[in-house]
């Protein structure tokens, strides 16, 4: 997945560095959605830029996702069956809350180490709550799942270190640019 992430990651700092010139087009052309649509479209081919690039892991992992989900909820063999410390069943929630909860820690240092191109304060209102709204819901997910979740995360946090690094170095990521 590393590969995938990469270029994910470098998608998403090319689109953040075309921003200026994104908003200084809307400026431009105003209303014109097809205009606008054209315009863009010719932006990103010019800066060899994919605006879908960096859905391609969160695409592959989603089928990954829901297959662990079911084979959790209906492995007979995981039922009872002795994990680690607390975790007596990876196929039930988490009895203490304890691993949702270190899932949304572990999602809340991901938003904040990402910077981000959202300028509407709505969705930057969204988007400082889904860790929250996350943890709610895994609250009642299997405890394998979570646990893979949580694995996944700090998987990510070691690549966006890695990934940030490499960028900074080709000058598409500053380390002032990140969510404050």
């Known amino acids: 997945m590393y590969p995938l992430t ?3 990651y470098t998608s998403m700092a090319k689109m953040r560095m075309l921003q200026p010139k994104l ?3 809307r400026e431009r052309i105003g209303d014109d959605k097809q205009r ?9 081919k010019a800066e060899k830029v994919n605006p879908l690039g960096g859905c391609l892991p969160l695409v592959i992992q989603m089928p990954i996702f829901l297959a662990l989900y079911y084979m959790l909820s209906g492995s007979i063999e995981l039922r009872h069956a002795p994990f680690a410390l607390w975790i007596h069943d990876l196929s039930a929630q988490d009895p203490y809350y304890i691993l949702p ?3 949304g820690i572990t999602m809340f240092f ?4 990402s910077p981000t191109t ?3 304060p709505m969705q930057q209102k969204i988007m400082t709550f889904m860790p929250v709204i996350f ?5 009642w997910f299997p405890s394998g799942l979570v646990l893979y ?6 998987v990510t946090i070691l690549q966006q270190q890695l990934i940030y690094r490499g960028l900074e170095k080709r000058g598409l990521h500053s380390r002032d640019k990140k969510k404050s």
């Open 6 to 8: 990469r270029a994910q």
């Open 23 to 25: 908003a200084a087009m």
């Open 36 to 44: 606008m649509s054209q315009e863009m479209m010719a932006l990103y």
């Open 101 to 103: 909860i270190l899932m």
């Open 110 to 113: 991901i938003q904040k180490m």
């Open 118 to 120: 959202v300028t509407d």
């Open 135 to 139: 943890t709610v819901f895994f609250l």
């Open 149 to 154: 979740y949580i694995v996944s995360n700090l």
